[in-house]
């Protein structure tokens, strides 16, 4: 389970300590945590823990996916995280088959989420002006096996628009000046029937600007959104009783209490009786709710709170032992009515209690989301 911990401990997972690896027999992987032969990797199932060869340490050997890669990944630029991704994809209705266009590709974080949602069927045209980050970005894709779903172009998609046209489902703009593409992209998409577009900016001014050219480029249902990551601290909590369970549980420990206290001074005098004889016993009998009895009774009470041995050897006093037991729990448990009820009746039921943490987190950008109509239902509205 993911820490709520705030602050960094000793032997903490870091996203750096997800590494990518290609298993190569004969390679070893080593890291400050020892060394790993990759040939021990081949045929384990992906999830396993591997020791390291000293025995001090161990890797679990995870399958590779996007969500891990976007994690792992070189970064070359700002990447999208998973919650943008996961948003942007389902904002833009992309699902297998999707004919998608992306731009830029910056490391690429985005365009393998989305060309594992498309699959085999769909497409990603992927557009990149930045050389060194095109070769990187197609060297990777041809090593991860998505070449064939990904087309990569050197290209800058402001001043010389895509390479598709009418051709395209949803647009992705992650670039600067996201309106200076709009136009561009309105014409790479399908014109038979609703496509969606969605620009990611930093700030509220490029935001405004994205859309004013969108409501000039005749996109409808323009909508902006920011995706923050509110934490969930989940636990399990003992189902409380209702407040009729609880008066019920209440009075039972009442009249335990009560029946306790009777056995007690029956012990007692029984004691007391076996000890001084018959003349002694029918005067501490006469006495009993004198001052002095009172405070023999009261600590033999104590003395059987602190779970001393020798009531439980006292004669004639097999039935106060177990019960004795039972009591010694709710007494040692505290005063107070749960504690108790909670101590005398455990309960095994829980609840799962979600708390939300009042800390915000994960702003990187604004989305701003439109859609473009079929040009038999925009020249009819
Ligand atoms: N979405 C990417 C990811 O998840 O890894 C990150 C994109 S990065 C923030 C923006 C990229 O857009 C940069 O690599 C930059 O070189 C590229 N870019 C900027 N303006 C461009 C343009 N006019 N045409 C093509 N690419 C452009």
């Known amino acids: 389970m993911w820490s709520t911990a705030r602050e960094i401990a000793s032997g903490d997972l870091t996203r750096d300590l997800v590494q990518p690896l290609v298993v190569t027999p004969g390679k070893e992987f080593n890291s400050k945590y020892g060394n790993y032969r990759h040939s021990d990797f081949v045929g384990l199932p992906y999830g396993s823990k ?9 890797i679990h050997v995870l399958r590779p996916t996007p969500e891990l890669w976007t994690m792992a990944l070189p970064h070359r630029t700002q990447i999208l995280y998973l919650a943008d991704i996961a948003f942007v994809t389902a904002h833009l209705n992309i699902k297998p088959g999707s004919r998608v266009i ?25 557009y990149e002006f930045h050389e060194t980050r095109v070769n990187k970005a197609r060297e990777e ?15 800058n998609v ?25 136009d561009h992209a309105k014409s790479a998409m399908k014109k038979d029937r609703e496509t969606r577009i969605c620009c990611f900016s930093p700030c509220m001014e490029q935001v405004m600007r994205t859309v004013n050219a969108l409501n000039d480029a005749g996109f409808v249902d323009i909508k902006m959104f920011e995706t923050l990551l509110r934490p969930h601290e989940v ?7 209702t407040i009729a369970q609880a008066g019920e549980k209440l009075k039972k420990a009442e009249v335990r209490r009560e029946e306790k206290r009777q056995r007690q001074m029956a012990a007692s005098r029984s004691a007391r009786m076996h000890d001084h004889g018959a003349k002694r016993k029918r005067e501490d009998t006469l006495e009993q709710d004198d001052d002095p009895t009172d405070v023999a009774n009261s600590k033999r009470v104590k003395v059987e709170d602190e779970g001393m041995a020798d009531l439980a050897a006292a004669p004639n006093n097999n039935g106060a032992i177990t019960a004795n037991g039972r009591n010694m729990v709710e ?3 505290g005063a ?7 101590s005398s009746e455990p309960s095994a039921a829980k609840v799962a209690v979600s708390k ?23 020249s009819t509205s």
């Open 331 to 333: 007494m040692s448990v």
């Open 50 to 58: 591997v020791g390291s060869h000293a025995g001090k340490g161990y």
């Open 102 to 126: 992306e731009a830029g590709t910056g490391s690429g974080s985005f365009s393998h989420s989305v060309a594992r949602t498309i699959g085999e069927a769909g497409h990603l045209w992927s």
């Open 158 to 182: 402001c001043k010389d628009g895509f390479t598709v046209t009418n051709e395209v489902d949803a647009v992705f703009l992650d670039l600067p000046g996201p309106w200076d593409a709009v």
């Open 141 to 155: 894709f041809a090593e991860h096996g998505i070449s064939h779903i990904v087309t990569l172009t050197h290209r």
């Open 356 to 378: 939300v943490l009042p800390e915000v987190r994960g702003h990187t950008s604004y989305l701003t989301f439109a859609s473009l109509l079929p040009a038999i239902q925009q």
């Open 336 to 342: 107070g009515a749960t504690s108790t009820l909670e």
């Open 235 to 241: 636990i399990q909590n003992p189902v409380m009783p």
